[in-house]
C-alpha cells in the first residue's frame, strides 16, 4: 500500500514517525514561540483542526472524537493553543488578545498545510469565539466550520445567566458564591466548591463529580488561570473579562462557509441563540443536543459526535443543505 506523501512534510519529515506531533513555530510580537500539535488519521479530504475552550484550557479533553472520528475515516488535529498545556507557556499578558489568537491559528494552518480543499475548523466554547473571528477574517481558507456551544454574544450571554440561570440556583450558595467573587477570592477552595456543586454539575457537564471523564478532569487541570481570568472571568457563569462585550451578531450574514452550530439544553447560554447562528450564517445547520450541558461532547455524546460526523461527510460530498 502506497504511503500518503501528505505524511511527509517539505523536509521529507515523517509525520507518522513522530506519532503525528508536531511543534509550530510562532511569531508573536513577543518573538517566537512554539504549539503542540497532533494529527490523527489521514484524510486528505476531510481534516479537522480542534480549538480548544478556556481560554488557556488544553486540547484534553477532545479525546472523546478517538472513538468516533477515526472509525469514519475523519483526519483530526489536536492543538493547544499558546500558554496551554504542552505548548509554550510566555509569561506575557500582552500576548492573550483575541486578535492575536486569531493569527496564531492561521500560522498553525499554514504550518499544517491545510486549504479550503480539505479544511474544517471547530471550535468549542472560547474557540467558538475563536473560530468565529478566524473565519470572519480568512474564510476563504475554509471547507467547514463548526460553532459548539457558543454564542455570538457575549453580553447575550451574561443576561441569560443572570436572569435564567442564577435565579434557579440554590440562592444561599449563589450569596456566598457572588460575596467571593466581589472579595476576589477566586483561589479559595470554597469558591471552586461551591461553583462545582450548585453550577458546573447541572450546565458545564450534567455527570456526578466522582464520575467526569478522565480527560475532562485533565483538561478542567491544566488550565492557565493566568489566560483564563482576564480574558474570561473566574467562572463560566458569565464573562468578566476582556471578552466580556465582545458581539459577532450583526457580521454573521458574512460567513458563506458551510457552518454548523451546536447547542444544548442545559448548556450554560440559551440554546436559541446557539441555533440563531445557524439561522444567520450564509448555510447554516444546527445541532441541538437535548440532554447536554456546555459538555455536551459528553453527556449527549452520541448525538453530538453524529451529528459532527454527518456535517463533515456532507461537506465533503457536496451535499450539504
Same mark, same amino acid.
Given at each position: 500500500?502506497?504511503?500518503?506523501?501528505?505524511?511527509?512534510?517539505?523536509?521529507?519529515?515523517?509525520?507518522?514517525?513522530?506519532?503525528?506531533?508536531?511543534?509550530?513555530?510562532?511569531?508573536?510580537?513577543?518573538?517566537?514561540?512554539?504549539?503542540?500539535?497532533?494529527?490523527?488519521?489521514?484524510?486528505?479530504?476531510?481534516?479537522?483542526?480542534?480549538?480548544?475552550?478556556?481560554?488557556?484550557?488544553?486540547?484534553?479533553?477532545?479525546?472523546?472524537?478517538?472513538?468516533?472520528?477515526?472509525?469514519?475515516?475523519?483526519?483530526?488535529?489536536?492543538?493547544?493553543?499558546?500558554?496551554?498545556?504542552?505548548?509554550?507557556?510566555?509569561? !506575557?499578558?500582552?500576548?492573550?488578545?483575541?486578535?492575536?489568537?486569531?493569527?496564531?491559528?492561521?500560522?498553525?494552518?499554514?504550518?499544517?498545510?491545510?486549504?479550503?480543499?480539505?479544511?474544517?475548523?471547530?471550535?468549542?466554547?472560547?474557540?467558538?469565539?475563536?473560530?468565529?473571528?478566524?473565519?470572519?477574517?480568512?474564510?476563504?481558507?475554509?471547507?467547514?466550520?463548526?460553532?459548539?456551544?457558543?454564542?455570538?454574544?457575549?453580553?447575550?450571554?451574561?443576561?441569560?445567566?443572570?436572569?435564567?440561570?442564577?435565579? !434557579?440556583?440554590?440562592?444561599?450558595?449563589?450569596?456566598?458564591?457572588?460575596?467571593?467573587?466581589?472579595? @476576589?477570592?477566586?483561589?479559595?477552595?470554597?469558591?471552586?466548591?461551591?461553583?462545582?456543586?450548585?453550577?458546573?454539575?447541572?450546565?458545564?457537564?450534567?455527570?456526578?463529580?466522582?464520575?467526569?471523564?478522565?480527560?475532562?478532569?485533565?483538561?478542567?487541570?491544566?488550565?492557565?488561570?493566568?489566560?483564563?481570568?482576564?480574558?474570561?472571568?473566574?467562572?463560566?457563569?458569565?464573562?468578566?473579562?476582556?471578552?466580556?462585550?465582545?458581539?459577532?451578531?450583526?457580521?454573521?450574514?458574512?460567513?458563506?462557509?458551510?457552518?454548523?452550530?451546536?447547542?444544548?439544553?442545559?448548556?450554560?447560554?440559551?440554546?436559541?441563540?446557539?441555533?440563531?447562528? !445557524?439561522?444567520?450564517?450564509?448555510?447554516?445547520?444546527?445541532?441541538?443536543?437535548?440532554?447536554?450541558?456546555?459538555?455536551?461532547?459528553?453527556?449527549?455524546?452520541?448525538?453530538?459526535?453524529? @451529528?459532527?460526523?454527518?456535517?463533515?461527510?456532507?461537506?465533503? !460530498?457536496?451535499?450539504?443543505?
Amino acid at each position: 500500500m502506497p504511503i500518503d506523501s501528505e505524511y511527509f512534510d517539505s523536509s521529507g519529515h515523517n509525520d507518522a514517525l513522530s506519532g503525528g506531533v508536531k511543534m509550530i513555530p510562532i511569531q508573536t510580537p513577543n518573538g517566537v514561540f512554539h504549539v503542540w500539535t497532533k494529527r490523527v488519521g489521514n484524510n486528505p479530504k476531510i481534516r479537522l483542526l480542534l480549538l480548544h475552550g478556556g481560554p488557556g484550557c488544553t486540547h484534553e479533553y477532545f479525546e472523546a472524537f478517538d472513538s468516533y472520528l477515526p472509525g469514519a475515516g475523519i483526519e483530526y488535529y489536536y492543538y493547544d493553543q499558546l500558554g496551554s498545556a504542552y505548548s509554550d507557556q510566555p509569561d !506575557a499578558p500582552e500576548l492573550w488578545d483575541l486578535p492575536r489568537f486569531v493569527e496564531e491559528v492561521e500560522q498553525v494552518r499554514q504550518a499544517l498545510k491545510l486549504d479550503a480543499d480539505s479544511f474544517f475548523l471547530l471550535g468549542h466554547s472560547w474557540g467558538g469565539i475563536l473560530a468565529t473571528e478566524y473565519a470572519l477574517k480568512y474564510q476563504q481558507n475554509l471547507k467547514g466550520l463548526i460553532i459548539s456551544n457558543m454564542v455570538a454574544s457575549i453580553p447575550i450571554y451574561n443576561e441569560y445567566a443572570n436572569k435564567v440561570l442564577k435565579p !434557579a440556583m440554590e440562592q444561599t450558595a449563589l450569596a456566598e458564591i457572588e460575596r467571593l467573587e466581589a472579595a @476576589g477570592e477566586f483561589d479559595n477552595p470554597r469558591y471552586e466548591e461551591l461553583l462545582m456543586q450548585h453550577f458546573y454539575v447541572d450546565h458545564v457537564l450534567r455527570m456526578p463529580l466522582d464520575q467526569w471523564p478522565d480527560p475532562v478532569k485533565r483538561g478542567f487541570a491544566g488550565l492557565n488561570k493566568k489566560i483564563y481570568i482576564p480574558m474570561q472571568g473566574p467562572s463560566e457563569m458569565g464573562a468578566s473579562g476582556k471578552l466580556a462585550d465582545w458581539d459577532r451578531i450583526a457580521d454573521l450574514p458574512k460567513i458563506n462557509v458551510p457552518t454548523l452550530a451546536i447547542g444544548a439544553g442545559y448548556d450554560t447560554m440559551e440554546p436559541a441563540q446557539m441555533e440563531k447562528i !445557524a439561522a444567520n450564517v450564509k448555510q447554516g445547520r444546527y445541532l441541538f443536543c437535548p440532554k447536554g450541558s456546555h459538555m455536551s461532547i459528553y453527556d449527549d455524546q452520541e448525538i453530538y459526535m453524529a @451529528g459532527v460526523i454527518q456535517f463533515l461527510l456532507d461537506v465533503d !460530498a457536496g451535499g450539504f443543505s
